[in-house]
T-cell receptor, first 111, second 112 residues
Framework: KQEVTQIPAALSVPEGENLVLNCSFT??????LQWFRQDPGKGLTSLLL?????REQTSGRLNASLDKSSGRSTLYIAASQPGDSATYLC??????????FGSGTRLLVRP | GAGVSQTPSNKVTEKGKYVELRCDPI?????LYWYRQSLGQGPEFLIY????????DSGLPNDRFFAVRPEGSVSTLKIQRTERGDSAVYLC??????????FGQGTRLTVV
C-alpha cells in the first residue's frame, strides 16, 4: 500500500531564506508526483507536476526534484516571501491512477 | 469551464438527512476524483472515475456514500443518513489520465 510522508510537519523561517520541503513515498511504481499549495479554508493549487520519467521541474522560485528509485521528492523554494506562507502537499499517482497525499508541511514565512 | 467548480461551497445539514454535493470538472478531463479532508490532514481518497465508470471506489467509507458521473462530466457525491463524523471538506479534482490534477474549492459539510 502506497504511503506518503512529508517532513517537517511545520516550518517557520524568516523572509528571504531558501528552504527545502521533503516528501517520501513507499512504492516507486508511480505515474507522477505533484506538489500543491493550500491556503487556509481554500482548495488545492497545483504548483508542479513531475512525470515518472522526469527528474525535476521548475516554476519561478520553485524547483521540485524526483528520485523515484529512492522514493523521494523535494520542493525547493528560493528567497521565501511572507506570501509563500501556506500548507504544501505532495501527492503521488499510484499504479491504479489514484492520487495519494501526504499530510502536508505548514510553512510560515516571517516578515 | 475555466476550472473545477463545486457546489454548494457550504452545506449545513441535520444528522440523518441526505445530501448531494456537485462537481463540474474542467471540460475534456476524463478523470474525476473525490477526496475528503479533515482539519490538519491531507486529502483522503474516496472515489475515482475514468469517464462514466467508477474505476476505483475503495475509499468510500461505507454504503451510505455513493457517487455518480452519468455522462462522463458532472459528478454528484451522495451521502445518506448523514452522521456528525461525516463533517469535513469534500474536494473534487479532475485531470487528463496521468496529467496534473486540478482541484475545486471544496464543499464544507457540517452535520449538526
Amino acid at each position: 500500500k502506497q504511503e506518503v510522508t512529508q517532513i517537517p510537519a511545520a516550518l517557520s523561517v524568516p523572509e528571504g531564506e531558501n528552504l527545502v520541503l521533503n516528501c517520501s513515498f513507499t512504492d516507486s511504481a508511480i505515474y507522477n508526483l505533484q506538489w500543491f499549495r493550500q491556503d487556509p479554508g481554500k482548495g488545492l493549487t497545483s504548483l508542479l507536476l513531475i512525470q515518472s520519467s522526469q527528474r525535476e521541474q521548475t516554476s519561478g522560485r520553485l524547483n521540485a526534484s524526483l528520485d523515484k528509485s529512492s522514493g523521494r521528492s523535494t520542493l525547493y523554494i528560493a528567497a521565501s516571501q511572507p506570501g509563500d506562507s501556506a500548507t504544501y502537499l505532495c501527492a503521488v499517482m499510484d499504479s491504479s491512477y489514484k492520487l495519494i497525499f501526504g499530510s502536508g508541511t505548514r510553512l510560515l514565512v516571517r516578515p | 469551464g475555466a476550472g473545477v467548480s463545486q457546489t454548494p461551497s457550504n452545506k449545513v445539514t441535520e444528522k440523518g438527512k441526505y445530501v448531494e454535493l456537485r462537481c463540474d470538472p474542467i471540460s475534456g478531463h476524463t478523470a474525476l476524483y473525490w477526496y475528503r479532508q479533515s482539519l490538519g490532514q491531507g486529502p483522503e481518497f474516496l472515489i475515482y472515475f475514468q469517464g462514466t465508470g467508477a474505476a476505483d471506489d475503495s475509499g468510500l467509507p461505507n454504503d451510505r456514500f455513493f457517487a455518480v458521473r452519468p455522462e462522463g462530466s458532472v459528478s454528484t457525491l451522495k451521502i445518506q443518513r448523514t452522521e456528525r463524523g461525516d463533517s469535513a471538506v469534500y474536494l473534487c479534482a479532475s485531470s487528463l489520465t496521468t496529467g496534473a490534477a486540478f482541484f475545486g474549492q471544496g464543499t464544507r459539510l457540517t452535520v449538526v
